[in-house]
């Protein structure tokens, strides 16, 4: 399979994703009770359940949550990319609301602290499987229309998934429980 389809479908993938970013700033700057009930549904449904753990086992389920996150992104693709498309601009839009909460809160050195040494790494991985899963759509359609068979279209794609995407995901991991905590304590 040719890279260019990838990068088309990947850059395509970031632009979605960082216009929901923007969206997910703004709507905090303009009314930071939006960006305080994100904030408090992320402690309460994501972060309560982690941070009490060792960084080891830290690492091990925050890589098989996004691990996770990245095969629906993948798999997202048939429904025709829709599954794809709705989880890049959700996660986009939470992201940026609790962006610029924190930004708010304890300023732009510690957002970047805090998103930076693990982001890196984890957020390619994220936009790839989005990209990877928007093309799995369009094999799909073009199979539709006679063009193509996507099952095995599909086959390279998934390879390409267990190549990049979860090696970046597993060093994610390990960079967020382990790097990013020194990286906040020193800022703090």
Do not use: Y
């Not at 982690?50 to 830290?58: G, I, N, Q, T």
């Not at 992104?73 to 429904?79: H, K, N, R, V, W």
């Amino acid at each position: 399979m040719s890279e260019r389809p990838i990068t088309r479908a990947t850059i395509f993938a970031a632009a979605v994703f960082a216009v929901s970013v923007g969206l997910g700033v703004v709507a905090v700057a303009r009314d930071p009770a939006v960006g305080v009930e994100v904030m408090t549904l992320f402690r309460d449904q994501v972060a309560g359940q982690l941070l009490s753990d060792s960084p080891a086992v830290l690492a091990g389920k925050i890589f098989l949550n996004n691990l996770g996150t990245c095969l629906l992104l993948f798999l997202g693709g048939a429904s025709l990319g829709i599954v794809t498309l709705l989880i890049l601009t959700v996660n986009g839009l939470l992201i940026g609301a609790v962006m610029e909460l924190v930004r708010q809160q304890q300023g732009l050195l510690f957002v970047a602290a805090a998103l930076v040494p693990h982001g890196i790494f984890e957020i390619p991985s994220f936009l790839i499987a989005g990209g990877l899963g928007l093309l799995l759509g369009q094999e799909l359609i073009a199979e539709w229309h006679g063009r193509g068979d996507a099952a095995a279209r599909a086959l390279p794609l998934a390879r390409l998934f267990l190549r990049v995407v979860v090696p970046l995901l597993a060093v994610a991991a390990i960079v967020e429980a382990f790097i990013t905590p020194a990286v906040l304590s020193v800022i703090i």
